[in-house]
Each structure stands twice: as structure tokens, then as C-alpha cells.
């Protein structure tokens, strides 16, 4: 693509992504560090997650910043206009992650309250739902709409072991009174990472959108696929 | 799906300057009762193409045309055609408002009565009235209808020009950068009456003002060094262009 002739948009543009690259890299931390922080008893480490989540709000309301004077100043068209659409919403899906991930320090804290409870499959769970959150903002970085296909159809894995771990969990408490408040604990933790997918979907739609202009919120896969190809017209 | 019926239709419209050609080969509809926006690099050809619609490329010396230009199907470079009714029913509004140096009324009342449309009298003031009125300048102006219209600000002669060009009652209107020379508030009245206008009327306008095109027209055409790029719905156009000329032009990258 040639160079805007305004150099001066040209950079916005790029400062624009690249803030929104790094604030997708704060989140991904965070959500990194607040399951291991759960995992290791590690009440440090949550405390450090909950207060960098503030770093992360920072960042929403200066890239918000950005998007409203880019569109009030600059008037964005076409593939520029897609992209800071596409941040905006972005943003805010990586914000909320940013807050479920505090979330999931927050019982970090308090984890030592139950001892017992059954968290690997939180930790199986975790690891699949960090690599979505990571190809979702690669695919960002990349405009790699495959990347971002892959990964809205890799969220029904997730949406399965989510299920398979709720009914786990069930079994337990069932089993045992006492694992229930750990197992109340370990729902609302499998049910935050399982949201934090949620947005990685989001995102890779909003990827979607910014490379190609398709919509593939509300289709299926097979649909969304023929739309990023080409062979089919949104209409 | 709305059935969209095309005003005008341009086959392999091939236009020359003396040895130079300047079109090369347009296919081109435009939909009737929609605006449409011709838009491109200066020199890429907008004015010239536009021109074609009501011959006026007629006049230029070493001008040629090939390919067809069909006004509801019926060919306008047909050697029967009569240019003067041609233009009636193809109007023209141009960047610098031309008033006539005579008074607004006989501005509109002119060209009526050399078509023999209507006679003076009750008639005409009527046909004047209605004219100014669609070109919402009637209020400013229906108490100086005697002043020379040489006398109106400049977007008000931009509309007094426009209720001349309606004053005939044509099918088609073109504008070559009708508001170029306009501030912004002279500017939204004429794409506000764009609107209106489409309900009876076809508008092509070119315009080197990507906002106006984005805002005041249903369809958008690009062009760039005499060929036709890109044309669409001007919403698509504007958010997903398909051609990366069209994007890096819409977008302000120019090469
Ligand atoms: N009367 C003329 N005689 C010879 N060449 C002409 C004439 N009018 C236009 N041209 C040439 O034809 C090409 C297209 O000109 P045209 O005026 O249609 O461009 P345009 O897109 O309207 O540009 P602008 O945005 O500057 O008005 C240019 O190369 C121009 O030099
Ligand atoms: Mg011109």
C-alpha cells in the first residue's frame, strides 16, 4: 500500500495499532500471570495482576482517545476507517478481558482458603484459552484473516472443555459437601477464561472485518470462510 | 431487492482530444432518480465524461466520440438527435455560478420561454415560483424578483442557477464542482436539495470533495487517467473499495 501524502495520519494510524498491540499484550500477560499466580498459591503475584489492570484501563481510554480525534479530524476512509472501527471495538473486548483476568487474581488471593480443590483441568483449560487470546492479536498484527478464521473455529474446543469441567465439577460437589466452595470457586474461574475466549472470537472478527470489510459475526464458519475467499458476495 | 432502473447508459465510450485520447472506453450506468458522484484525479477525465451526457464536448474543436450514450435507451450521438433538446433534458450546473446578467425571474423565465414551454403571464410566474422553490432559494429571493440575479451571494446564484436548470424540467441534472466556490453552509443547502431533487430527478455530480461524495451521493465512481476504476454503491465504495487505486485515492494515498 502506498503512503498516506499527510504523513502525519499515516503515523497516527500506525501509533494507533501498535497501542492497541501492546495494550493486547498487557491483557495477555495478565491473564498469563493471574492463573499462574492461582495455580502457585502466588498471593504476590495476583496482587501485582490486580494493580497493572489499571495500566490496561489506561490504555482503553487513551486508544479511545485516539479513535475519537482520528474520526473527527481525519475523516477516515476505507481500510483506515475499518481499522479504527475495528479498534474500537477491540479495545473494549480486550479491556473486559483485562478485568476477567483481575477477576481470576482476585480468587488468586484467596485460594489458599481451599486447599483441596481440583484445578487442573482449570490449568488444560487456561493454556488453550492463553494461545487463543495470542493468535487472535497476532492475527491483528498481521491482518491474517486465516489466522483469525482458525481461531473463532478453534472456540468450540474451548466451549466443549468448559462444558466438561462444569460437569466435573458438579460431580464433586455432589461427591463431597465439601468441595463445594471450591468448586464454586473453580465454576466462576473456568467460566471467566471461558468469556476471555469469548472476546479472542470477538477480535478475530473484528480482524476479519478490518482486512476483508465481511461482517462474519452472526454466520458460520463454512459461510465466513466463502466470504474471507471470496466466493461468496456479502450481500 | 428494489429494481433500479438506469437514466443513462455508456457503452465503450472512447472520447479524443485531437490525437490524444482522454476516455478509454467506459461502461458505465447510471441509475435513475440516484445521485451519482464521479470522482478522481484532476485531469483524469470527470469533466470531460460528464460532458458527454449532454454533448457538450460538441463545441470543442478536434473532439471526437465513439462508443454510445443511451438516455433511456435512446442513443444521444444519434445523428438526428437535437442538441438543444438534448440539453433540455440534460442539465448542466457548473463550478462557477453563471447567472445570466438579468433579473432572477428572467433567469428562470429565459429558457422556458425559448422552448416554448409556457407563455408570460400568470404561467410563467407560476412555472418561476415552483422553480425557485425546488432550488430553495424562493424565500430569500420571491421579494427582489426584479434585482439582477449577478446581485445574489455566491450560493445563492448556485441555486438560482440550479432553478434555472429545473426551470426546463430536464431528466437529467449534471454538476461539475457546483460547490467549489461555496462555505460549508452554502454547501449543505446544495447537498440538501440533492436529496430532494433525486426524488424527480438524476444527478451526476463531480466533485474533488471525497466528504461530499461520501454524503450527498448513492453511487460513486472512480476514475483515474481516462479509465473508469471503480464504481459502486458509495457506501461500499467508501468502507471496501475493491480496487487498491480506488482505496489509496479515497484514502488519501496518493502515489
Ligand atoms: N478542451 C480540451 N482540449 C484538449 N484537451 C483537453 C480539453 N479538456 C480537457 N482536456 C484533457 O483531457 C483530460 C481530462 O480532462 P478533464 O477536464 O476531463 O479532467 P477532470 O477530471 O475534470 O480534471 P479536474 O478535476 O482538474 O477538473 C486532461 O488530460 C485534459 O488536459
Ligand atoms: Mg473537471
Not at chain 1, 472456540?155 to 460431580?171: F, G, H, M, S
Not at chain 2, 487505486?245 to 479515497?250: A, F, G, L, N, S
Amino acid at each position: 500500500m502506498n503512503q498516506h501524502t499527510f504523513k502525519r495520519f499515516e503515523d497516527e494510524l500506525n501509533l494507533l495499532k501498535s497501542k492497541t498491540v501492546s495494550m493486547g499484550g498487557l491483557v495477555e500477560k495478565a491473564v498469563r500471570r493471574s492463573m499462574k499466580a492461582l495455580m502457585n498459591y502466588d498471593q504476590k503475584r495476583a496482587t501485582k495482576v490486580i494493580e497493572r489492570d489499571r495500566a490496561i484501563n489506561a490504555l482503553e481510554v487513551e486508544i479511545d482517545e485516539m479513535t475519537r480525534s482520528l474520526l473527527a479530524l481525519r475523516q477516515p476512509a476505507a481500510s483506515d476507517l475499518r481499522l479504527v472501527i475495528a479498534t474500537i471495538k477491540i479495545v473494549t473486548d480486550l479491556e473486559r478481558c483485562g478485568d476477567l483476568a483481575e477477576g481470576i487474581a482476585e480468587y488468586a488471593l484467596k485460594v489458599h482458603e481451599h486447599p483441596h480443590a481440583h484445578m487442573d483441568s482449570l490449568e488444560v483449560l487456561s493454556d488453550r484459552v492463553l494461545q487463543q487470546v495470542k493468535s487472535a492479536l497476532d492475527a491483528f498484527t498481521y491482518d491474517d484473516v486465516n489466522a483469525a478464521l482458525q481461531t473463532i473455529e478453534n472456540d468450540k474446543r474451548i466451549n466443549k472443555q468448559y462444558k466438561a469441567i462444569e460437569r466435573e465439577n458438579l460431580t464433586y460437589m455432589l461427591e463431597d459437601p465439601r468441595y463445594i466452595s471450591s468448586g464454586m470457586m473453580v465454576a466462576a474461574i473456568s467460566k471467566n477464561l471461558e468469556r476471555i475466549g469469548d472476546h479472542a472470537v470477538n477480535i478475530s472478527e473484528m480482524v476479519i472485518y478490518k482486512v476483508k470489510g465481511h461482517d462474519v459475526r452472526h454466520v458460520d464458519h463454512a459461510t465466513a470462510e466463502r466470504l474471507v475467499s471470496g466466493e461468496l458476495d456479502a450481500e | 431487492m428494489k429494481t433500479k432502473k438506469n437514466k443513462l447508459t455508456v457503452r465503450n465510450l472512447k472520447l479524443w482530444y485531437g490525437e490524444s485520447e482522454a476516455l478509454h472506453g467506459i461502461d458505465l450506468d447510471i441509475v435513475s432518480g440516484k445521485v451519482t458522484s464521479l470522482i478522481g484525479p484532476s485531469g483524469c477525465g470527470k469533466s470531460t465524461f460528464l460532458r458527454c451526457f449532454n454533448r457538450m464536448n460538441d463545441r470543442i474543436p478536434n473532439c471526437r466520440v465513439e462508443g454510445e450514450v443511451l438516455l433511456e435507451g435512446h442513443d444521444i450521438y444519434a445523428p438526428d438527435v437535437d442538441v438543444v433538446q438534448l440539453r433540455s433534458h440534460v442539465g448542466m450546473v457548473f463550478q462557477k455560478p453563471n447567472p445570466f446578467p438579468k433579473s432572477i425571474y428572467e433567469n428562470i423565465a429565459y429558457a422556458p420561454r425559448i422552448h416554448g414551454m409556457v407563455d408570460d403571464g400568470d404561467d410563467m410566474d407560476e412555472l418561476v415560483e415552483t422553480a425557485l422553490k425546488r432550488a430553495s432559494i424562493w424565500d430569500e429571493v420571491k421579494d427582489k424578483l426584479q434585482q439582477p440575479g449577478t446581485a445574489l451571494s455566491g450560493g445563492q446564484q448556485q441555486r438560482l442557477c440550479i432553478a434555472r436548470t429545473i426551470a426546463v424540467q430536464p431528466d437529467v441534472i449534471l454538476m461539475d464542482e457546483p460547490c467549489s466556490a461555496l462555505d460549508p453552509i452554502a454547501t449543505a443547502k446544495i447537498e440538501e436539495l440533492m436529496d430532494e431533487l433525486k426524488e424527480d430527478y438524476t444527478i451526476v455530480i463531480v466533485t474533488h470533495n471525497m466528504q461530499q461524495a461520501a454524503r450527498a451521493s448513492d453511487y460513486t465512481a472512480y476514475f483515474y487517467l481516462g479509465d473508469l476504476i471503480e464504481y459502486g454503491e458509495t457506501q461500499k465504495v467508501f468502507t471496501t473499495p475493491r480496487d487498491q487505486r480506488t482505496e489509496d485515492y479515497i484514502t488519501g494515498r496518493f502515489g
